[in-house]
């Protein structure tokens, strides 16, 4: 426990309080528990040696003593975004990094959960040269293999690099990677930002049926194209892949288009989205032109 406090030294608040240390941080969330501002307050808790997501609460004060945090990372806002659709008066805390922050914005774009709601303890855990996309520990880049490099798509490839083989070239590694898929729905489950209840992933009108790997490339480009305006660069859905596709490549290419063409930069404030234009319901009903 004291090797993983110290991995992270600055937790920080973005609300009223300023904390530097964990126990501040245990202490802002009893605080916050005790005097009623948030109804559950939601983190993470050693369990037989995992780190697990956890809802601390009132009646348990002293368990907010095993509030910690560490590399394991978990939507937190998707579970806090299932307990608002259930009761959407709650008041809810959470911990959160810079992935989950940007990811509660589209959250709060999209309706999906309400700020007044919310209180959060931000955690500056983005100390390494991906900042600019604020990444995480996550990209510690892995090496992959030469068969991989050879015909597939190396998942630490920048989009510009990416864009260097010549389109035939592309196409046929991409080919490759898609073609890998188990059609898990993993990438689809872990995203903090996928919150359709109807998905077009399990649509037998957009991408056919009966097949693994599912409909190649209609399978990966429908969840890329959907991922517009809503992808926040996490990489969790590429953390999840067990047959690691390299999807975040893939979506960063996507909000680049999104913010060449309306300057809009996904998850980094709580504008409307030029998307929000289709409206928080989305139907699968097909419409006429
Ligand atoms: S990186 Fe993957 S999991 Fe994260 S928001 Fe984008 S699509 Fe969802
Ligand atoms: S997590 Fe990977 S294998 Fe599973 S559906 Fe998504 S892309 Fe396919």
């Avoid at 991906?130 to 090496?143: F, I, M, R, V």
């Amino acid at each position: 426990m004291e090797e993983q406090m110290k991995e992270w030294l600055e937790p920080y608040s973005t609300t009223d309080y300023k904390t530097s240390t964990f126990e501040t941080m245990q202490e802002q969330a009893k605080e916050w528990l005790d005097q009623g501002k948030v109804d559950l307050f939601l983190g993470y808790k050693m369990v037989q040696g995992h780190p697990l997501p956890h809802f601390f609460k009132k009646d348990n004060l002293d368990e907010v003593d095993d509030l910690i945090f560490g590399q394991a990372r978990y939507s937190l806002e998707k579970i806090a975004t299932k307990i608002a659709a259930e009761h959407p008066e709650m008041k809810i805390g959470l911990l959160v990094r810079d992935c989950n922050q940007r990811a509660l914005n589209v959250l709060y774009v999209w309706n999906q959960l309400n700020p007044d709601n919310m209180e959060t303890i931000n955690v500056n855990c983005c100390p390494s040269k991906l900042k600019k996309h604020a990444d995480c520990s996550y990209l510690e880049p892995e090496k992959y293999g030469s068969y991989k490099k050879m015909v597939g798509i190396d998942n630490n490839m920048e989009v510009e690099a990416a864009e260097e083989f010549s389109q035939e070239e592309r196409y046929n590694r991409w080919l490759y990677e898609f073609q890998k898929c188990l059609k898990c729905y993993g990438c689809r489950d872990i995203c903090p930002v996928c919150f359709c209840k109807e998905c077009s992933l399990e649509h037998p009108d957009l991408i056919a049926t009966g097949s693994i790997p599912p409909e190649v490339p209609i399978f990966h480009l429908v969840r890329a194209v959907h991922m517009g305006g809503r992808c926040i660069d996490c990489g969790l859905c590429e953390d999840a892949c067990p047959s690691d596709i390299p999807l975040r490549l893939l979506y960063r290419k996507v909000s680049e288009t999104v913010e060449d063409v309306f300057g809009y930069k996904t998850g980094t404030h709580t504008d409307q989205s030029p998307f929000n234009l289709l409206g928080d319901e989305v139907t699968l009903e097909p419409k006429p032109l």
